[in-house]
């Protein structure tokens, strides 16, 4: 029987691709391993441990906190933080970012921005929800505290990102800029195994991933290529299929298995779009690259976007090249 490849053995393995390889990296994406499997453990008991539903509380984004939420935020915090390798940590969760102050941080060369449960309003419908991640190299001086402007870096910058999903089976998914890679969780064992390598979008897909309640709000060149999805082609393989379940891990990784496109437009809701830039458009813009996709604003590359805050939210669109390119001409018509 074929033995099956660790997560940490592939990354040992691959480090040499990373090209600061000091062990840095590998401990880092072992400590979000971890944190990732905690969560995972209690989500799947999130019934039976009376953790489900709201906090009573509004997140930094207005938004009002699941209990799922706030654990999950504190379990990532948590177990990064006892590991030296990085030095600031920034969460969606929080106004502001954490610089780690310890002895063993000073040195420490990475900051971490992380989206700790993203779609956490399906916790309660048993819905697929996930974590996102995104690593940077500081900017700032060696033995300095972290600043701002190590974490409003432009996604380019990004040395790692990646997610956890957590569904009918937990992946971790990620990239270090040299392709993109899944890895199952098999919860007998306790880790994560090779199972997706070299993961890849199709060039075109059949499916299409937006909120249309949200239609009236949508700029008319959105308005024009749903439209345009939904007319019978059959030389074009049209029309597509609408799949949302309100998490952008699920919708993305559905996509890019199977084709796809992700949308979340600006609007007269959201004028500068819903989505944060740095915690969740930029790393699943550097896994699509890397799996052969595309990721735009809708004008041009997303994680070329010059970030001016910490929160700032950006237009996104994901996924096979074809249908993002046919989203941009169609907003470029527009103007």
């Known amino acids: 029987m074929e033995r099956h490849i660790t997560l940490g053995e592939f990354i040992i393995q691959n480090q040499k691709d990373f090209p600061y390889a000091k062990g840095e990296l590998t401990s880092l994406l072992s400590a979000i391993r971890l944190a990732g499997k905690m969560v995972n453990q209690e ?141 199952t969780f098999d919860p007998g064992i306790g880790s994560f195994f090779l199972s997706h390598p070299d993961m890849m979008f199709p060039e075109s897909g059949r499916t299409y991933s937006i909120n249309e309640g949200n239609y009236v709000h949508f700029p008319g060149g959105i308005k024009k290529f749903i439209k345009w999805v939904q007319e019978l082609d059959e030389e074009d393989n049209r029309p597509f299929s609408a799949r949302y379940c309100g998490s952008m891990v699920a919708d993305f990784h559905r996509n890019m ?45 997303i994680m070329e976007r010059i970030p001016s805050e910490l929160h700032e939210r950006a237009p996104f669109y994901c996924g096979c090249k074809t249908e993002v390119e046919k989203i941009e001409w169609f907003l470029n018509q527009e103007d």
Do not use: W
């Open 43 to 183: 989500i799947n008991k999130a019934g039976l441990a009376e953790i489900r539903g709201k906090a009573g509380k509004e997140n930094v984004q207005g938004e009002v906190q699941a209990k799922l939420d706030i654990l999950a935020n504190d379990m990532f915090i948590s177990t990064l933080r006892d590991r030296g390798d990085i030095c600031g940590l920034a969460s969606e969760e929080l106004e502001d970012f954490i610089v780690f102050n310890e002895e063993r941080h000073k040195n420490a060369n990475y900051v971490v921005l992380i989206d700790p449960l993203d779609g956490s309003s399906n916790i309660d419908v048993d819905i697929t929800v996930g974590t996102i991640f995104s690593i940077y190299r500081r900017i700032s001086p060696l033995g300095t505290p972290v600043t701002l402007e190590d974490f409003i870096q432009p996604g380019i910058n990004q040395v790692a990102a990646g997610y956890i999903i957590y569904g009918t089976s937990t992946m971790l998914v990620y990239t270090t800029g040299s392709g993109t890679h899944g890895f």
């Open 257 to 301: 298995i199977q084709g796809g496109v992700f949308l979340y437009p600006e609007g007269t809701k959201s004028p500068n779009g819903k989505l944060r830039l740095l915690y969740e458009c930029n790393p699943m813009a550097f896994l699509a690259e890397q799996a052969g996709g595309k990721c735009s604003d809708g004008y041009g590359r």
